[in-house]
């Protein structure tokens, strides 16, 4: 069973410029949750889809956007990039998002490792 | 509101011994769940163990084991028997309340464990 694949896997960018990174999540998982990874910051938690719907969202700005379509998969889009930007984005994924049971596990993909410069 | 805290940024262990990985949690929650991952310097983040609040017991997966102190709030993480592969860096999570929150895990700073042959 092939587990979650994010797209792509080193990403460069400059200043100003936008992104879409790409998840998808382990077939028959129809939740997909987003994560950025930062030295400063640690793991924060961006935003959670759930059947292409968006329920619930961290603490982030607007510029960090995301959808998911009618397959699971998700991108997640972030528009005038600014140096603190850069990150690791790690995907995850699981049946129903813990909805039903606190111990529902995410299983998480090995990210995209971007870079504003 | 809920916070994770790991408060030994760095450990090591000599091969074959055991360790244990602090972590202390805070919620309001009476309902939630307690995970541990490990991030290999690959990027994707590793599900090892899970634990429930109204679980009796504490967890075990193989090698791994949850030292559950649920009134001190402390979840720690104990490996026994290290491996040269068990290098890497472990988060604490927690997920809270049924159906609530969904995948926001709030993850710890994260411990990054050095196994030395």
């Known amino acids: 069973k092939a587990g979650v694949t994010q797209t792509p896997r080193y990403l460069i960018k400059t200043r100003g410029q936008q992104v879409t990174l790409s998840c998808s999540p382990i077939s028959g998982h129809r939740s997909v949750s987003w994560y950025q990874q930062t030295p400063g910051q640690g793991l924060q938690f961006l935003f959670e889809y759930f059947s292409e719907t968006q329920r619930n969202k961290g603490n982030f700005p607007g510029r960090f956007s995301g959808r998911q379509f009618s397959n699971s998969r998700s991108e997640m889009n972030v528009s005038t990039l600014e140096l603190g930007d850069s990150a690791l984005y790690l995907c995850a994924s699981s049946w129903t998002g813990g909805k039903l049971a606190t111990n529902e596990k995410l299983f998480f993909g090995s990210g995209t490792q971007l870079s504003v410069l | 509101a809920q916070k994770i805290t790991q408060t030994q940024p760095g450990m090591f262990v000599q091969e074959k011994e055991a360790v244990t990985l602090d972590c202390t949690y805070d919620t309001s929650d009476p309902s939630y769940g307690l995970f541990w991952y490990k991030q290999p310097s690959s990027g994707e983040m590793i599900f090892l163990i899970y634990?429930?609040?109204?679980?009796?017991q504490n967890a075990t997966e193989g090698r791994y084991s949850l030292n559950f102190q649920k009134a001190r709030k402390s979840a720690n993480l104990v490996i026994s028997a290290s491996q040269l592969g068990d290098s890497a860096m472990y988060f604490c999570?927690?997920?809270?309340?049924?159906?609530?929150?969904?995948?926001?895990?709030?993850f710890g700073a994260g411990t990054r464990l050095a196994v030395h042959p």
């Open positions: 634990q429930g609040s109204y679980d009796q």
């Open positions: 999570a927690m997920r809270e309340g049924l159906g609530g929150g969904y995948n926001k895990l709030i």
